[in-house]
């Protein structure tokens, strides 16, 4: 006799579970060496990954009894307004621990009191069965799980846009270098966020084993590409340096300086990046040029965009132009060693720098 297609639900549920209690323990208790002397630098937002993923153990009742209503309520909440939550949750605290940016933290636990108190209440329902969700109010039932799930899909796309948004404009605010921001793996993450919500609406909407069948495997296979990306920071600030961690944004000054004052720090700019060849720090950052000169990583960042283009393009076109000096006096040097003088990490860094800038 064929199994019915809630026993196939059954069977993907427990292998969701499976992997997520696998990926929770592999973000926990691995950490590539030697990043895992500065884990908050180079792993930001490890602790909300390990929570996130230890919630599948809520899906439990479901696993085991895929064919009561309660259980399938459950699944339903879990997978909607839960998941997308869990989406939000982590892009947050990862891009927002990067860019030093803590106020996502208020919004986004005030929202999680009415999912905990959700995912809870269904919860209970599955571990101890009744006719509340069942038969009592089901429209009811309905409304609160899809506002509820309208309301955190809104959250989850303010935190891709805002995450899009810092992939667009890190190059020119903070950073030389195109690696010390996660850029490509914002826009991995991204797309991965973007397909496990299509999914999950889908999966709920359509209110049907298979459709829940096919959720809970693209589930499991989206967090074992998530856990892979995730093994090895994608930051490369060396582990020896003591500033590790970027300090938090200086406050904005209340007035521009002066054209007298802005002369004055644009040479004390020149000095620092310029004259001591700072440039050439292949992992140089607008603070530590801030830090060298004297004055705040605001004010320099407002006169790098006026006058330059942004910090980004300014330190790059120094090394754009430091590499084609150095390669015209030592003609049998190759890319990769030019490279390395003039201050890109890589080849693909100079590359990635040279189409930005021509």
């Known amino acids: 006799m064929m199994p019915s297609p809630t026993y196939f639900c059954g069977m993907a549920a427990t292998a969701f579970i499976a992997v997520s209690l696998a990926v929770a323990a592999i973000r926990w208790f691995h950490m590539c060496r030697p990043y895992d002397r500065n884990p908050r630098y180079y792993y930001p937002g490890r602790p909300f990954v390990v929570g996130v993923y230890l919630n599948a153990l809520l899906m439990l009742p479901f696993a085991l009894h895929p064919e009561s209503p309660d259980a399938w309520y459950l699944a339903q909440v879990y997978f909607l307004?839960?998941?997308?939550?869990?989406?939000?949750?982590?892009?947050?605290?990862?891009?927002?621990?990067?860019?030093?940016?803590?106020?996502?933290?208020?919004?986004?636990?005030?929202?999680?009191?009415?999912?905990?108190?959700?995912?809870?209440?269904?919860?209970?329902?599955?571990?101890?069965?009744?006719?509340?969700?069942?038969?009592?109010?089901?429209?009811?039932?309905?409304?609160?799980?899809?506002?509820?799930?309208?309301?955190?899909?809104?959250?989850?796309?303010?935190?891709?846009?805002?995450?899009?948004?810092?992939a667009m404009r890190f190059d020119s605010d903070d950073f030389s270098n195109p690696a010390d921001f996660p850029e490509i793996t914002s826009r991995r993450w991204i797309a991965l966020a973007v397909a496990n919500l299509s999914f999950c609406w889908i999966g709920v909407t359509t209110n049907s084993p298979k459709s829940m069948f096919a959720l809970m495997l693209f589930l499991s296979a989206?967090?074992?590409?998530?856990?892979?990306?995730?093994?090895?920071?994608?930051?490369?600030?060396?582990?020896?340096?003591?500033?590790?961690?970027?300090?938090?944004?200086?406050?904005?000054?209340?007035?521009?300086?002066?054209?007298?004052?802005?002369?004055?720090?644009?040479?004390?700019?020149?000095?620092?990046?310029?004259?001591?060849?700072a440039f050439l720090d292949a992992h140089l950052t607008i603070q530590d040029v801030a830090d060298r000169s004297g004055y705040s990583r605001s004010t320099l960042s407002g006169l790098f965009k006026a006058e330059f283009g942004g910090f980004f393009v300014y330190v790059n076109r120094l090394r754009l132009e430091y590499m084609e000096t150095w390669l015209q006096e030592h003609p049998e040097a190759t890319i990769n060693e030019a490279c390395l003088e003039a201050g890109f990490p890589s080849r693909q860094a100079y590359y990635a720098v040279k189409g930005r800038l021509t």
């Open 222 to 277: 989206s967090s074992v590409f998530f856990i892979i990306t995730a093994l090895h920071p994608h930051r490369t600030r060396p582990v020896e340096e003591e500033a590790a961690e970027p300090e938090a944004p200086a406050q904005a000054p209340k007035r521009a300086p002066s054209k007298k004052k802005q002369q004055e720090i644009l040479a004390a700019v020149h000095t620092v990046v310029v004259e001591q060849q």
């Open 81 to 166: 307004p839960v998941t997308i939550y869990h989406f939000a949750l982590l892009l947050y605290s990862y891009f927002g621990n990067v860019m030093q940016w803590e106020k996502w933290r208020v919004p986004v636990f005030i929202v999680s009191l009415p999912v905990v108190l959700t995912l809870l209440a269904a919860f209970g329902m599955a571990v101890w069965p009744g006719d509340q969700v069942g038969s009592v109010a089901p429209a009811l039932s309905a409304a609160v799980l899809y506002v509820l799930a309208i309301i955190i899909t809104a959250i989850c796309f303010m935190a891709l846009a805002l995450v899009h948004s810092w």
